[in-house]
């Protein structure tokens, strides 16, 4: 049969056992955690960031649709205008400046819509940077355990046994000599 302070002891040095396993399973699921964060963050910005790329291909398109029907909408009427004015006898230098008021025209709402996409494309690059830092920011948000800190999960437990058994082996001593 055990004595008391050998069943303490055993109790004590299980007890620690425990808790050095429980500080090492703590400290992997927190850098799990870490891993699994950083992963996220990353597929976020990327998320983000591709459906700003994809939002500035949509205005490009929209911005070369409506240059078209610009295009459009200017010859059309230039070639109204020539119809009427040769229906009506109409030539010269009134037409060349009424055409060249259509093309003014058109070349005014074409750099309208460069201007608004080259806009679009500067608040998207900010936009991106935003999304950069949101995801360092969040990256950051959770530190792995440090080496120090593992390694003191894991000491502590042990010198709290060592002590244990540093105060048994002392009254195991003082028993056998008295």
């Known amino acids: ?29 927190k850098n799990q ?10 597929d976020a910005y990327f998320l983000k960031t591709k459906q700003a790329n994809l939002r500035i ?6 911005a070369s649709q409506k240059k078209q029907d610009a295009d459009l909408k ?6 109204t205008a020539m119809a009427a004015a040769g229906g009506a006898g109409v030539q010269g230098a009134n037409i060349d400046q009424m ?3 259509f093309e003014k025209s058109e ?10 996409l080259r806009d679009v494309k500067t608040q998207n690059e900010y936009n991106k940077l935003g999304y950069q830092s949101e995801a360092i920011n969040r990256i950051n948000s959770v530190q792995p355990v440090g080496h120090m800190e593992a390694m003191m999960g ?8 060592g002590l244990s ?3 048994y082996a002392s009254e195991r001593a003082a028993v056998e000599e008295g």
């Open 33 to 42: 955690q870490v891993v699994d964060n950083t992963v996220a963050s990353k």
């Open 74 to 79: 200017s010859m059309r009427s230039q070639g």
């Open 107 to 116: 070349g005014f709402f074409t750099d309208r819509i460069d201007q608004k």
């Open 57 to 62: 291909i949509q205005e490009q398109t929209q």
């Open 1 to 29: 049969m055990c004595e008391p302070a050998t069943a303490a002891l055993i109790i004590t040095g299980i007890s620690s056992v425990a808790q050095m396993g429980a500080a090492v399973e703590k400290t992997n699921a």
């Open 154 to 161: 894991v000491v502590e437990p042990m010198a709290s046994f």
């Open 165 to 167: 058994y540093s105060d």
């Open 99 to 101: 055409l060249n008021d």
